[in-house]
């Protein structure tokens, strides 16, 4: 069985920055993407970051140059520094995993696995 467990999650003002954890258990780490989605209600999820087992990285156009993703195969850990927050980062975000390889890393659809999530607010 895998379980995500994401931590870090927590409220700061504009310019802020937050470090989320997404810790993995169970026989999963080595995979071929993890990533971390956001929702806000009402919406969908979004794609906002992925790291495939190569450490090569995809990011939302919203988020490039603020966000960076991480992760510790010794500590079986995923990371999502947040750095320059801005209020409409405000979502609860996601860890997921994936043991395919996909061509749409930031794709929901792609992923098998989920965390329960964390919530990050940013106030202007």
Avoid at 58 to 75: E, L, N, P
Avoid at 94 to 114: G, I, K, V
């Amino acid at each position: 069985q895998v379980q995500l467990v994401e931590s870090g999650g927590g409220s700061v003002q504009a310019g802020g920055s937050l470090r989320l954890s997404c810790a993995v258990f169970g026989h999963l780490y080595s995979t071929d993407y993890m990533a971390w989605f956001r929702q806000v209600p009402g919406k969908e999820r979004e794609g906002v970051a992925a790291i495939d087992n190569d450490g090569r990285t995809s990011y939302a156009d919203s988020v490039k140059g603020r966000f960076t993703i991480s992760k510790d195969s010794a500590k079986g850990t995923l990371y999502l520094q947040m750095n320059s927050l801005k209020p409409e980062d405000t979502a609860m975000y996601y860890c997921a995993a994936s043991p395919y390889f996909t061509r749409a890393p930031l794709d929901t659809t792609e992923y098998h696995y989920w965390g329960r999530g964390t919530q990050v607010t940013v106030s202007s």
